[in-house]
């Protein structure tokens, strides 16, 4: 799956897989956005397809008909099942109509029928229940593959019938070296970027093709990480900011999450932050400041406000609760 930036453990996990003819019916992939989670699944998917693939290194070949196929989105046996246009969450008509219908059909091509289903968090109870039927009870020759930024929230009865695949931030020399040598980007660009990226590689490429998002993303990382030494007024004013619009507000949680992801980690004693430069020495001050109990506590507060917003509560109330449990560190822990 030589495609797929970094992610060796789990590239290997399904290859073997592959080669051994042990592939499981269901594989939940979970790491934060833009980390490459879809991308895997469709390599995944072209390996399983492939006409002449490469066992001993888990490579498809990329060149024969199912392959070309699948990079090209109209492979009959492969489906990709999002939302509707103009909704969020993936209603229960389409689980049927995409999954549940077309599962009980053999594959037009090839031994398998492969259904990527991102973001499943992301369900409506109804649709998650119909999905279920198909989990518990799936017919031979269909191979499920969901991803998840909050494994979290899922029900377990979910989980468990699914392999388990995390995946995690790159390093920042990993994603320069994917923008250099398959993006064309100039070195230096590419250093920016991978230091903006916090380990997620679809985003630099994203903020390389669309440069305002790159200018977006460090307004807001100045914004979020001044926030706890804040006033109570200057947060309330910054949460009106935030939650200007719905897309606006779940961007800034997304990167809000990512960073205190780093604040949890500082707080832990570790050093593998993804956070580069102020952004890091920041994490790392509040960390130490603040403690384990309280970053933990309140990295789950961030991750259930962006379930409420997927839910389509009301924006400016989920940030002035957040403001209001932020923590700040103490007076007597100050800037170190």
Known sequence: MRDVAGHAQAQARLARAVASGQVSHAYLLTGPESIGKTTLALAFARLLLCERPNLETGDPCDSCDACRKVLHGNHPDVMLVEPEDGK???????????????ANLAPSQGRWRVFILPD????TPNTLNALLKTLEEPPAGVVLL??????????????????????HPLAQSEIERLLIER??????????????????????VRAHEHPELREERKQ??????????ASRDERLRMAGVLAKDG????????EWTLWWRDVLLAAAGADHLISDGEARREA?????AIGRPRAEAFLHALLAARELLDQNVNARL???????????????SGRR
Do not use: K, N, Y
């Open 88 to 102: 969020r969450l993936l209603g229960v008509d389409v689980v049927r109509e995409s999954v549940v219908r077309h």
């Open 284 to 288: 790392e001050r509040l960390g130490r």
């Open 318 to 332: 989920a940030f002035d609760v957040l403001m209001f449990d932020l923590p700040a560190p103490t007076a007597s």
């Open 220 to 229: 807001l990382l100045g914004q979020i990480i001044g926030l706890p030494r």
């Open 247 to 254: 897309d606006m507000a779940r961007r800034a949680l997304d």
């Open 146 to 167: 969901l991803t998840s930024t909050d494994p979290e929230s899922l029900l377990p009865t979910l989980i468990s019938r699914c392999q388990l695949l995390s995946l």
């Open 183 to 204: 993006h064309q980007v100039a070195p230096a660009e590419a250093q920016a970027l991978a230091a903006l990226a916090q380990g997620r590689p679809g985003w630099a």
């Open 120 to 123: 499943v968090e992301r369900m």
